[in-house]
């Protein structure tokens, strides 16, 4: 079975512009996380959906945002990108919302901002 | 204070060391708590769970004392595919999928 996969694996944008990455959760799950992860730091939560609602929003400006499809694959966007905005974003899925439901991540998309 | 505190390290051991990580937690609502593994430019995995009468797999032994709201990992007969950053991670009752992550402790088993 596939795991969960995103694309793309590396982008390289500039300041000001606006990105969008993929996800595509493990095949049943409905629950798709996304984490931004600084160099040196661990993981930190930015969104939770689940059957296509926001379930949790962590401590990000409005310049980043994120959606659901029917599908249950995802998007994170983020507008008027800042040098800072540089990091490693992580897609984790998971059958259900609950706390101690697995959570499995995908390799990441590497984004670098100049 | 950050929500989840560990040790950077790095912890540099020779194989078949025992090595002890530990970490602390601010919010005393947490619920779930785990220990995760990172290799370099990898994605995380979770280890194992961590309950409040302590676990073992195999060669990893996890403990938990709410009372301290700290949390430890213990690895014995350490090998050389240990070497990794160990993320030790807190979820609120309720929080759904939001992990709150510690910056990671790097681990690092020599010949």
């Known amino acids: 079975d596939a795991g969960v996969t995103q694309s793309p694996t590396h982008l390289i944008k500039t300041r000001g512009q606006h990105v969008t990455l993929r996800c595509s959760p493990i095949s049943g799950h409905k629950s798709v996380s996304w984490y931004q992860q600084v160099l040196g730091q661990g993981p930190q939560f930015i969104f939770q959906y689940y059957e296509k609602e926001e379930r949790g929003r962590g401590n990000f400006p409005d310049r980043f945002s994120a959606r659901q499809f029917p599908n249950y694959s995802s998007e994170l966007n983020v507008n008027a990108l800042l040098l800072g905005d540089s990091a490693l974003y992580l897609c984790?899925?998971?059958?259900?919302?609950?706390?101690?439901?697995?959570?499995?991540f995908g390799n990441g998309t590497r984004l670098t901002v100049t | 204070r950050k929500e989840v505190e560990q040790d950077p390290g790095p912890f540099n051991v020779p194989e078949g060391a025992t090595v002890a990580f530990n970490c602390t937690y601010s919010n005393s609502a947490s619920q779930s708590f785990f220990w995760y593994r990172q290799d370099c430019r990898k994605e995380p995995k979770l280890l194992m769970s961590?309950?409040?009468s302590g676990n073992e797999d195999g060669r990893f032994t996890a403990q938990l004392n709410r009372a301290s709201q700290y949390i430890s990992l213990l690895i014995r007969d350490s090998k050389l595919s240990d070497s990794a950053t160990y993320l030790c991670?807190?979820?609120?009752?309720?929080?759904?999928?939001?992990?709150?992550f510690g910056t990671g402790t790097q681990l690092k088993v020599e010949l």
């Open positions: 961590v309950y409040s």
């Open positions: 984790a899925s998971s059958f259900v919302t609950q706390n101690n439901s697995p959570l499995h």
């Open positions: 991670v807190v979820n609120l009752q309720g929080g759904g999928n939001k992990l709150t």
